[in-house]
């Protein structure tokens, strides 16, 4: 298996422009999320799945947009990249039963938004 | 929003010493979990905590979900070199699937 795979692992871009992260799982997971890291502030929780065709807000939405069609793939748009964006981004899932609750975390994707 | 405190923010130890960090809620929890993350890594789980007042190992590490279900604590215990990186406390909001984290324990750990 492999788990949480995102894609790219680098990404610059400019002001105004727009891009996909990518992040699958292939573990069967119900539950997918997307967190922002910045310096000193842990993960924040940008949007999130419990199942296909299902999405919500998290802490931090504004300027991000997500959709799930499958249980694998759960990606994160940027419509139109600003600085602030600039950061660190993780995929996670679990599975969304009772006693699970656990998150598998991809191995990130950094971006620069010049 | 709901925020985990977490202290210490960072830590500087001797190798071979004891370590403990903790993390408390406003609101109540009913998992906890604990990540231990790498420069250049995602968050990687130590330890799940689903019962209050609940103790539990895994190596060197011992974490315990708080009675009041409003904190939890981690000990590493005989620390070593590679015990270096930041460690989260996280759980999901009550009634919810949102998880959320602290703000990290910076752990340095010196030979």
């Known amino acids: 298996n492999a788990g949480v795979t995102q894609t790219p692992k680098f990404q610059v871009l400019k002001t105004g422009q727009s891009m996909t992260l990518q992040c699958a799982q292939d573990m069967n997971h119900e539950y997918m999320s997307w967190y922002r890291q910045d310096p000193g502030m842990g993960l924040r929780l940008i949007h999130y799945?419990?199942?296909?065709?299902?999405?919500d807000q998290g802490e931090v939405p504004n300027g991000y947009n997500v959709s799930r069609s499958t249980t694998e793939d759960f990606p994160l748009r940027l419509l139109s990249a600003a600085p602030s964006q600039t950061s660190v981004y993780f995929c996670?899932?679990?599975?969304?039963?009772?006693?699970?609750?656990?998150?598998?975390f991809g191995a990130g994707s950094r971006l620069t938004v010049l | 929003g709901q925020q985990l405190n977490q202290s210490p923010q960072s830590m500087f130890i001797q190798e071979g010493e004891d370590v403990s960090m903790n993390c408390t809620s406003s609101?109540?929890?009913?998992?906890w979990l604990w990540y231990k993350q790498e420069p250049g890594e995602g968050p990687v789980l130590l330890i799940a905590l689903y019962k209050a007042g609940e103790l539990t190992s895994n190596g060197r590490l011992t974490a315990q979900f708080g009675i009041t279900r409003k904190d939890s604590f981690l000990n590493i215990s005989a620390s070593i070199p590679s015990d270096v990186g930041i460690y989260f406390c996280?759980?999901?909001?009550?009634?919810?699937?949102?998880?959320?984290f602290g703000t990290g324990t910076r752990l340095k750990v010196l030979a």
């Open positions: 996670a899932s679990s599975y969304s039963g009772t006693g699970a609750n656990v998150l598998t």
């Open positions: 799945s419990v199942g296909a065709g299902i999405t």
């Open positions: 609101s109540i929890f009913n998992t």
């Open positions: 996280a759980g999901p909001t009550s009634g919810t699937y949102k998880y959320i």
